[in-house]
């Protein structure tokens, strides 16, 4: 919204209340995200068209933030840049020089770009999302809408808002189980738009909720959106694009999981996955794709993918920042290479499918391989890919895991796990019986295992890492050593070898200041409550 070109302080994250209409208008019916109008705040929610256009700005703030080094378009948060953070944090891929060494190697600082831009430009999601639910509030009261429009309206903004205050917790605070009752430091849970110098004066002043404070709120706003979200759109990119019930449910299971509350999980999940296989969901539709690839090959037009945020030939983060840039081999820029420590893992299969369908090398007709590379993403000319957020698969290992946790080695578990890992590998003698499984250690190892596979190059390594680095079975005990591009030949990934060479970057423990990132100095420069509660280590 065009609050009279006003420059508020660089405070509450560079972009929390820079808001042009041009930002958070994004639209047409589909989820284009180019903006095509700007107008007063104060006219943006007087007409039902407007409104629209507002809800889906705040799906392309999700898209794309300014990146604070340049203010370009870089897929922060979630466009691209939080799968590659967190992938880069991360032991299952390598950092190609230099691109995302920084994180690779945990050696950010408190104004350093990348950790920076993701408080910043979440931030600005969330103010975009808190601005969105008072206005469709007040078009209600107004009767520019309905009440029950303006209820999924709030849903979806709702939705969005909780998925950008989990992002914060997982990269700058400890995780649920560091104390007993989560009371330690989380992160600021912002639900007040702030859209005038007043409210920027008014919240400079907001510290840190607790970890615990914040999964309350995040639940709160995942349980209100499940209540008024529809289960599916008429368009059929909408359908992957936008919040739904099921999107809701789904991000629930996550949540659930990270606070190590397993009934919860199982319960949750329930609503989405039937009693047995095949696993499918009344509400959407959800189901597992007949092939691993099938997520990617139609990645707006499958039944697998529950919720992902769109990139198009208009709005995409270009070479600098799009997801098939980053990871895949040319004429991407190839800059996130798979790790042979995840590549050549026993517990991978070497006639597993998603080795083929789902991942290359680099070699071309006159040039040698060089390392193998995520086939994931594979618009390298228009970057159009969409970034998974969530799919079908999760959820299922995430009921398969508290299953085991909770009941033991189990006939659902075991079926769950089997339905994501058999439709890959295929051959009889290689797939999970009961009698694999010693005792639950075995089942949940394997569920963990299966998680590196299955959503490797999707963001999902860091946030194991950090949810599972207070568990005293499966901890990795911090950040892993990791594999320097530098050190490896081709033959270092090898299917059938387990992987022994250099880690050239060392294990930093959980302990450790570096396992959290730092509250970015353009928030503590303004924000005194924060400056104060600023993680141990980065004073």
């Known amino acids: 919204m065009k609050i009279k070109n006003i420059r508020f302080r660089r405070s509450l994250s560079l972009l929390l209340i820079g808001m042009t209409l041009t930002a958070i208008s994004s639209c047409e019916k589909q989820t284009d995200l180019v903006p095509n109008n700007s107008f007063a705040e104060g006219d943006a929610f007087v007409t039902p068209d407007r409104i629209a256009q507002a809800i889906n700005g705040v799906y392309s703030a999700a898209q794309a933030g300014a990146y604070s080094a ?19 944090r991360g032991e299952d891929v390598i950092a190609v020089p230099s691109f995302f060494v920084i994180t690779y190697e945990s050696t950010y600082l408190a104004n350093s770009p990348n950790n920076t831009s993701m408080w910043e430009t979440l931030y600005a999601m969330i103010n975009r999302a808190n601005v969105v639910i008072e206005g469709v509030k007040t078009a209600a009261a107004s009767n520019v809408i309905t009440p029950q429009l303006a209820l999924q309206y709030e849903g979806e903004a709702r939705y969005l808002r909780a998925m950008g205050h989990h992002e914060l917790l997982v990269h700058f605070a400890r995780p649920y189980g560091q104390t007993p009752d989560a009371s330690h430091l989380g992160v600021p849970y912002r639900t007040v738009g702030i859209n005038t110098p007043q409210k920027v004066e008014e919240n400079l002043a907001q510290g840190r909720n607790s970890v615990k404070e914040c999964y309350d709120k995040i639940l709160e706003d995942l349980t209100f ?47 989405i996955v039937s009693a047995s296989a095949p696993f499918t969901s009344s509400i959407g539709g959800y189901t597992l794709t007949a092939s691993p690839d099938g997520p990617f090959a139609s990645n707006y037009g499958n039944t697998e993918s ?36 995840i590549w050549n893992a026993p517990f991978w299969k070497a ?54 946790r909770v009941n033991g080695v189990n006939d659902r578990a075991l079926a769950l796990l089997n339905a994501v890992r058999n439709r890959s590998v295929t051959t009889v003698a290689d797939q999970y ?3 694999n499984f010693t005792g639950p250690n075995d089942l949940i190892s394997a569920v963990l295992n299966e998680r590196r596979i299955e959503f490797l190059a999707e963001g999902h390594r860091w946030s194991d890492i950090h949810r599972l680095s207070t568990d005293a079975v499966f901890t990795t005990g911090g950040i892993p050593a990791k594999v320097s591009y530098a050190n490896t030949t081709f033959a270092s990934w090898n299917a059938t070898t387990p992987y022994t060479g250099i880690r050239g970057v060392t294990q930093i423990p959980a302990a450790d200041y570096r396992f959290v990132w730092p509250i970015p100095q353009s928030e503590t420069d303004n924000n005194s409550v924060l400056k104060g509660q600023q993680n141990p280590g980065w004073n």
């Open 70 to 88: 340049d203010g370009s378009n870089r897929g922060y948060p979630f466009g691209a840049a939080n799968t590659e953070q967190q992938d880069a």
């Open 225 to 271: 959106a499940e209540t008024n979200l529809p289960a599916t759109y008429a368009t059929a990119n909408i359908k992957v694009t936008h919040a739904t019930k099921g999107a809701a449910i789904a991000m629930k299971t996550r949540m659930y999981l990270h606070m190590g509350n397993w009934a919860k999980v199982i319960e949750e999940g329930n609503k």
């Open 306 to 341: 529950i919720f992902s945020i769109e990139n198009n030939t208009n709005r995409s983060s270009g070479t600098n920042g799009s997801i098939s840039a980053m990871y895949s081999k040319g004429p991407g820029r190839a800059l996130i290479a798979l790790s042979p420590i």
């Open 351 to 404: 006639n597993d499918l998603r080795r083929t369908l789902l991942a290359s090398n680099d070699a071309t007709a006159t040039v040698a391989p060089r390392a193998y590379f995520s086939n994931k993403y594979r618009d390298q000319a228009t970057f159009t890919d969409a970034n998974p957020i969530i799919r079908y698969a999760e959820v299922l290992l995430n009921v398969a895991e508290a299953s085991a």
């Open 433 to 435: 019986t009961l009698a």
